[in-house]
């Protein structure tokens, strides 16, 4: 592989905006968001949901940043922050950085290489402290080690090739965290090197963050703080931002029904509808009886009305898709064309119903004798909502199904310790990559693998696209992947959804991106035109 290298100074003073091209910017003032739950602690390493890296995007810096005024993620978007360039080795298989000089962190101590050595010895599981729980771990199984060279070079050492690697770097949930800092301490209180510095947590109440005065980057933040209040209840949520108690709604959560209440109670505001990398997807427990037959899995996925899940929830607004996000949204999903031969995605619903309620037939359930079962879902509307509709749609094929709404706080937990049979679950891509979704969701063995799917031969392929340089055969690759899946019933993906962020008309300076809820929110060009 070519060497490449990326220190232009010109680029570097553009991409951090060192110099402003404008002064209208206004210093001060608070943001109020309203958050939709409470997240079990404040470490992004540790949390696999929204909830947590949202709120706590600001407090940290990644070696690697997709711009945050592109809404678009690529690899073409990928700008330095604590990085201030790289280079891969003529093999692809070493990823050097040279690492900015002045950096703090929150309690004064300074920014050096062995802190990115001891964040991903972590992650990776070579540290003597370890993670209570790590979901990314999977993300880096080809990592083979990082190396501090001095205190302002690290390299990262791969097995194999991957390309892939600047892109999982450059994700919200890839903060550097501190060697001198705690694991157990970053849940509570985390230290970081961000715009903003930590401030409180009150579980069920809100979370605050303030301005850091000794940030590196000169002029940021311009406001003063952040404050996120929880408020589960979402109408009571929206009424709040209608009766501007809220600057900001929690980023996309505002259903396509709900943005005509939005514009009758508060005209002012500023709505944007993205098309976003998640979904709601089903999630068996392979381990459990009768569900370690796959053909009841079968049965589930053949019953699935993806359209009326659209049409109810979004009136029509949604994306019907495989593992990855789907054009032309997403860079790698499968187009519609590919999708169709596939099972559960015929668009003659009722013909598929006919054959899963002769499989289940077969297997001794009937309308007489149906298939009890309690379907797992977050105790948020976006969850709870669809797993409602998937329960009406299983009563179709013989399956009674009682909902079991979950606090996203011990929503993990639960999936890892497989205290569930059958869940809907919501899924996002941290980035628009095959990589993270696929090592982490359907590798075997993989820790949030939680339907247990396993398939050697698509473990080699999935090595395979991973090492691939050449963008088109890489897809290629995965769509075959991908279609697999589908066949399998690995985790059938009901449907991608779309949702509005609103605003005060005098909230700017950030963007609402459409390929990741995850990567947005470092908010230090944000201000108050008030």
Request: hydrophobic share 40%; with cysteine; glycine share 8%.
């Amino acid at each position: 592989m070519i060497t490449r290298t990326i220190v232009a100074t010109g680029v570097l003073l553009l991409a951090l905006g060192a110099a402003d091209p404008t002064s209208a910017q206004k210093q001060g003032g608070t943001l109020n968001i309203y958050h939709r739950d409470s997240p079990a602690s404040m470490s992004i390493l540790e949390e696999a949901t929204v909830s947590t890296s949202m709120p706590m995007m600001g407090v940290f810096n990644n070696l690697l940043l997709y711009d945050q005024h592109m809404p678009q993620n690529s690899m073409q978007a990928i700008v330095p922050e604590l990085a201030t360039g790289w280079a891969w080795s003529e093999d692809g298989k070493a990823l050097s950085f040279t690492l900015r000089e002045g950096v703090k962190w929150h309690d004064g101590r300074p920014f050096i290489a062995n802190d990115v050595k001891c964040t991903w010895d972590l992650v990776t599981g070579k540290s003597s402290e370890k993670l209570r729980i790590n979901p990314r771990k999977a993300w880096y199984q080809n990592l083979e080690g990082v190396t501090a060279n001095g205190d302002f070079e690290v390299t990262f050492r791969l097995k194999q090739p991957q390309p892939a690697l600047l892109a999982l770097l450059a994700s919200g949930l890839a903060p550097v965290y501190p060697c001198h800092v705690l694991p157990r301490d970053m849940r509570a209180h985390p230290i970081g090197t961000g715009a903003f510095k930590f401030v409180e947590f009150k579980p069920n109440e809100s979370i605050k963050i303030r301005r850091n005065p000794d940030y590196w980057r000169q002029g940021r933040p311009f406001l003063d703080g952040i404050e996120w209040t929880v408020v589960p209840n979402r109408s009571t949520a929206i009424l709040g931002f209608a009766a501007g108690k809220f600057d900001m709604t929690w980023p996309y959560d505002v259903a396509i029904p709900l943005l005509k209440d939005i514009k009758a109670q508060a005209p002012q505001a500023i709505c944007e509808v993205a098309p976003l990398n998640a979904q709601r997807s089903l999630i068996v427990n392979r381990e459990v009886a009768p569900f370690d037959n796959p053909e009841i899995g079968r049965a589930m996925a053949l019953s699935l009305d993806r359209k009326a899940f659209i049409d109810i929830l979004d009136e029509g607004q949604g994306d019907i898709g495989g593992a990855l996000l789907p054009p032309p949204a997403g860079a790698w999903g499968l187009p519609p064309e590919l999708l169709r031969d596939l099972p559960g995605y015929s668009p003659d619903v009722e013909k598929r119903r006919t054959e899963a309620r002769g499989i289940m037939e077969k297997l001794g359930f009937g309308p007489d004798h149906p298939l009890a079962v309690k379907v797992s879902a977050r105790n948020i509307p976006i969850s709870r909502d669809p797993a409602i509709i998937l329960i009406d749609q299983l009563k179709t094929i013989h399956i009674n199904g009682e909902l079991d709404p979950v606090d996203t706080a011990v929503w993990l937990p639960k999936l890892l310790r497989k205290d569930y049979v059958v869940g809907l679950n919501l899924g996002a891509g941290a980035i628009d990559d095959p990589d993270p979704i696929f090592y982490t969701s359907y590798a075997c063995g993989a820790d949030l693998n939680v339907t247990r799917y396993c398939n050697p031969e698509i473990d080699k392929l999935i090595d395979r696209q991973s090492m691939e340089p050449d963008r088109e055969q890489r897809k290629r690759l995965v769509w075959d992947i991908d279609r697999q899946l589908q066949s399998d019933g690995a985790r059938p993906i009901i449907f991608y959804y779309r949702a509005a962020t609103c605003w005060q008309p005098y909230v700017k300076g950030f963007t609402i991106m459409v390929n990741s809820i995850f990567n947005g929110w470092r908010m230090e060009d944000a201000w108050l035109d008030k």
